[in-house]
Antibody, heavy 118, light 107 residues
């Protein structure tokens, strides 16, 4: 069974950093593209960043480019999101997702809440 | 960026009704369109990928269609457990974008 478990969320002040992790199990992690999708409280879904299975290529939405870094450790079956220079508008639940052979964002974790506030 | 516009924003229907949710892209997305269901307090779940492919384990009352800029999600016979918000999503080009959602309620 595919399992994605996010951790690392919490309350952080504007301008500070936070690193999210997503522990994957139930599949061969190194075979799949992964991504982070976020959802601000009572709002819609927003794609944040994606990474290829090898980690050789990464993609970001403009609003986080230069501040967030997506990475992965295939030996540990773990996906990361390093978030620097956090802003209030980054407040959201962050979901880890896994692609399938033909479908993007086929599997989702339960999410971890990041609150940016002074 | 490709804008995804969903309509209606709220839909109220009766159990057993045939329900249609709409999604319009601001430009051709070549059928690279997924539908997700999100129940209150839960993570989204993939229902349909690439316009009309039913994800494994999803009931056959859900179906998708469309092309170019216009896409639909149809529920052939609405069930109480279908109460949720439904999001469309395009992966034709970066940045990947979601619609704002249709909240489906039971009358």
């Amino acid at each position: 069974e595919v399992q994605l478990v996010e951790s690392g969320g919490g309350l952080v002040q504007p301008g500070r950093s936070l690193k999210l992790s997503c522990a994957a199990s139930g599949f061969t992690f190194s075979n799949y593209y992964m991504a982070w999708v976020r959802q601000a409280p009572t709002k819609g879904l927003e794609w944040v960043a994606s990474i290829t299975n090898s980690g050789g290529s990464t993609y970001y939405r403009d609003s986080v480019k230069g501040r967030f870094t997506i990475s992965r450790d295939n030996a540990k079956s773990t996906l990361y999101l390093q978030m620097d220079s956090l802003r209030s508008e980054d407040t959201a639940t962050y979901y880890c997702t896994r692609d399938d052979v033909a479908a993007l964002f086929a599997y989702w974790g339960q999410g971890t809440l990041v609150t940016v506030s002074s | 960026d490709i804008q995804m516009t969903q309509s209606p924003s709220v839909l109220s229907a009766s159990v057993g009704d045939r329900v249609t949710l709409n999604c319009k892209a601001s430009q051709n997305i070549n059928k690279y369109l997924n539908w997700y269901q999100q129940k209150l307090g839960e993570a989204p779940k993939l229902l349909i990928y690439n316009t009309n492919n039913l994800q494994t384990g999803i009931p056959s009352r859900f179906s998708g269609s469309g092309s170019g800029t216009d896409y639909t999600l149809t529920i052939s016979s609405l069930q109480p457990e279908d109460v949720a918000t439904y999001f469309c999503f395009q992966h034709n080009s970066w940045p990947l974008t979601f619609g704002s959602g249709t909240k489906l309620e039971i009358k």
